[in-house]
């Protein structure tokens, strides 16, 4: 039996975590400054003590849970194994898991990390993936099949929140776009996805979506067929809940709005954390009303 018949779809599973959960999406970043911050170790162990705590303060308030892999990268072998065993202890949260990668390569390669992360059997557990489709959304193939195979979802980097990528991501392409005319690059990413969406099931429950961050002044136009939108730079790089309306558009029910430092950097107590948790639902939890 492959696995499209027993998992929902994520674009289906994402609108569900919404409206039960809400929309925060939180972050495990275990950087050195939190881990000295709450007087562990800058290792593999300080790491896999950083992220339980979340989870056990969080893991059943968040709608999702993000690991940041690069985190655990950094200590090698034993912080990838730590990596794991995080994505499983998440999973059992009910929280979804949305495993922050930010893979991309050619196709053949890509593949690869498809399997790693987006089989039905992969080594990680996730729920959905970031990926950067800056090799092509189309070198992207592999992971837009295994996902839709196994209900996995994706998160494609269309405009990210960094200032930095302004100049790329804001360049105007000349060749004909899907509107007719010009569009940003990251329009053209954001309609390539919205494609690769109408492609799976007849378009229904979109699970291939967008990183839009909520500092971006001119974000691409979305709509449901974009899929659901994962939205960092609020609170810690200064996005505020009128930035994540305009950015997430008609599209807020399918959002995942991620906090990662300014509610991290209330631990290490963990009633710290699930209160300022909760204060973040409750904050985005306006959202749906105008300032
Ligand atoms: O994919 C992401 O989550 C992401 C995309 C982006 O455009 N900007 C961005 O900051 N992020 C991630 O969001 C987290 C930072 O969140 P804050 O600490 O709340 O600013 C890090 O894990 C980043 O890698």
Redo the contacts with the bound molecule.
């Keep these: 039996m492959s696995a499209s018949t027993t998992v929902e779809p994520y674009g289906r599973r994402v609108r569900d975590a919404v409206a039960t959960r809400g929309s925060l999406c939180l ?1 495990i ?1 275990p950087h050195p400054n939190l881990l000295a911050q709450w007087g562990l170790a800058d290792d593999a162990g300080g790491a896999r003590e950083f992220s339980l705590r979340v989870l056990e303060a969080a893991g059943d308030l968040a709608a999702s849970i ?1 690991p ?1 892999v690069a985190f655990f990268e950094a200590y090698g072998s034993a912080g990838m194994a730590v990596l794991e065993e995080v994505c499983e202890r998440a999973r059992d949260t009910g929280a979804l898991v949305i495993a ?1 990668a ?1 893979r991309g390569d050619i196709g053949s390669t890509l593949a690869a990390y498809a399997r790693a992360w987006l089989g039905a059997d992969a080594p990680f557990y996730c729920d959905a993936l ?1 990926l950067s489709p800056y090799l092509g959304v189309g070198a992207l193939a592999p992971a837009f099949d295994l996902a839709a195979d196994t209900g996995k979802g994706l ?1 494609i ?1 269309a405009a ?3 200032p930095e990528a302004v100049n790329l991501q804001n360049a105007t392409l000349t060749s004909p776009s899907e509107r007719g005319g010009e569009s940003t690059v990251a329009q053209a990413v954001a309609d390539e996805v919205r494609q690769q969406n109408l492609a799976v099931r007849g378009g229904s429950d979109p699970s291939f979506g967008l ?1 839009l ?1 909520a500092t971006v002044k001119n974000p691409p136009q979305v709509g449901s067929e974009h899929g659901p939108l ?1 939205v ?6 200064g996005g505020t809940p009128s930035d994540v309306r305009r950015v997430c558009g008609s599209n807020l029910d399918a959002a995942m709005i ?5 509610v991290l950097s209330e631990g290490p107590d963990v009633e710290k954390l699930r209160a300022a948790t909760s204060g973040v639902i409750k904050e985005l939890s306006q959202l749906g009303n105008s300032d």
């Design positions: 972050g970043d993000k940041q922050d930010k970031t998160y980097l990210t929140s960094n990183v961050g994962l960092p730079g609020f609170g810690a790089q991620n906090v990662s430092r300014s």
